[in-house]
C-alpha cells in the first residue's frame, strides 16, 4: 500500500545525505537524489543549441513551405549552387561535343574519353533500368558487351537509335520493324520444322528440310536466306547463338507463333544532344563497337533502309 510523507517529517538517508522524496510503496522509498551538473549543463546548451538553429535556419514546416530562418539557406539553393559548379566544370567537354560530328568523335581520343566517363555516368541514371548495371541486358533487352547489333554498331548508328528509339509510335523517325505472328499462317506443325530449322542455324538441332522451305518463303526476306539477319530490318542473325529472347524451342516457337515487338524510347525529346552524344561513346566502348562505315558504304545503307535509316 501507498504512502506519502509530508514535509513535516521529511527524512534523510543517512548512508548517503539524500532526502527521501517522500514515496513510499510497500516500504521501499525514493531518494530525491539531484541530477549530475554535467548532464544539467548539457541539456540546458541543447535548449540554447535548439533555439539558435530555430533562428538561423528553415525549422518549423507551414501549410505552404517552412520558416526560412534569418541566414536564407536551404538545402535545395546548396544543391542548386553544387549544380551550377558541376555544369561550369563540364561545360568545354559539352561544347566540344555540341560542336563536333560524332562520326568524327572516335578520332580525336581525348575528347572521346570524356564522352565515355560521361557516358558512364547517364548510363547509371537512364538505361540501367532496362540494360543492367554492367549493360549486359536481360530477357528481350539486349547485352551491350557483345559485338551482336540489331541495327549497327558503329556510334553513328548507335547515337540514332538513342535519338529516336525503336519502335516508338509518336516519333516517324524511330526505328521500325514488324514481324508478323505465324500464328493462322503456317499450321502448328509448320512452325515446329521452322523452329527447328532456326534452331539448326546455331547448330542445336539438326537440318529440317521443310522447316528451310518455309524459312526461305516465309522469313528469308528479313533474317537473310543464311539466316544472318540484315541490320536495315532490325531483323536478328539466328546463327550466332546469341539470343534476345532465349534460344529454346518453347521460346523460338513463341517468338514465331506470336511475334516480338520489343520497344525502347527515344531521348532526343528528354535528353541534350552532348548527353546523348556521350551515351552513345559509352556503348560504343563496351567492346561490340564498330568502326564508323565509309561514306559510300552508309549511303548505301541508309538508301536500303528501312525509313531511311542509317
Given at each position: ?41 548539457t541539456f ?8 539558435a ?57 581525348n ?7 560521361g ?25 551491350l ?77 528479313c ?9 536495315q ?9 546469341i ?23 527515344r ?31 552508309a ?12
Amino acid at each position: 500500500m501507498a504512502k506519502t510523507h509530508t514535509d513535516s517529517d521529511k527524512r534523510i538517508d543517512q548512508p548517503t545525505g539524500t532526502a527521501f522524496v517522500g514515496h513510499e510503496w510497500d516500504g521501499i522509498e525514493e531518494l530525491n537524489t539531484p541530477l549530475p551538473r554535467w548532464w544539467l549543463w548539457t541539456f540546458y546548451l541543447t535548449i540554447i543549441w535548439s533555439l539558435a538553429y530555430v533562428i538561423l535556419y528553415p525549422a518549423w514546416p507551414l501549410i505552404h513551405g517552412a520558416t526560412e530562418g534569418v541566414l536564407g539557406w536551404t538545402s535545395r539553393s546548396q544543391f542548386a549552387d553544387e549544380m551550377i559548379k558541376a555544369d561550369a566544370k563540364r561545360a568545354p567537354l559539352v561544347n566540344a561535343l555540341a560542336a563536333m560530328p560524332v562520326e568524327q568523335l572516335v578520332a580525336d581520343q581525348n575528347l572521346y574519353q570524356g564522352a565515355v566517363a560521361g557516358g558512364a555516368a547517364a548510363f547509371k541514371v537512364h538505361c540501367v533500368q532496362c540494360h543492367g548495371s554492367g549493360a549486359s541486358g536481360s530477357k528481350g533487352y539486349p547485352n551491350l558487351n557483345d559485338d551482336d547489333w540489331l541495327w549497327g554498331g558503329d556510334i553513328v548508328a548507335i547515337e540514332y537509335t538513342l535519338l529516336h528509339g525503336i519502335r516508338n509510335p509518336d516519333h516517324p523517325e524511330t526505328r521500325a520493324s514488324a514481324m508478323p505472328a505465324f500464328e493462322g499462317i503456317l499450321a502448328p506443325a509448320e512452325i515446329s520444322a521452322v523452329v527447328s530449322h532456326v534452331q539448326s542455324l546455331s547448330g542445336k538441332a539438326k537440318p529440317n528440310a521443310q522447316g528451310a522451305q518455309l524459312f526461305a518463303t516465309n522469313c528469308a526476306s528479313c533474317h537473310g536466306v543464311d539466316g544472318k539477319g540484315l541490320r536495315q530490318f532490325g531483323a536478328p542473325n539466328l546463327t550466332d547463338n546469341i539470343w534476345l529472347y532465349g534460344g529454346d524451342p518453347a521460346t523460338i516457337t513463341q517468338t514465331v507463333r506470336l511475334s516480338r515487338q520489343g520497344v525502347m524510347p527515344r531521348w532526343n525529346d528528354k535528353l541534350d544532344r552532348a548527353t546523348i552524344k556521350m551515351l552513345a561513346a559509352y556503348v560504343h566502348s563496351l567492346g561490340g563497337g564498330e568502326a564508323v562505315p565509309p561514306p559510300a558504304v552508309a549511303a548505301k545503307r541508309e538508301a536500303n533502309g528501312a525509313n531511311g535509316q542509317p
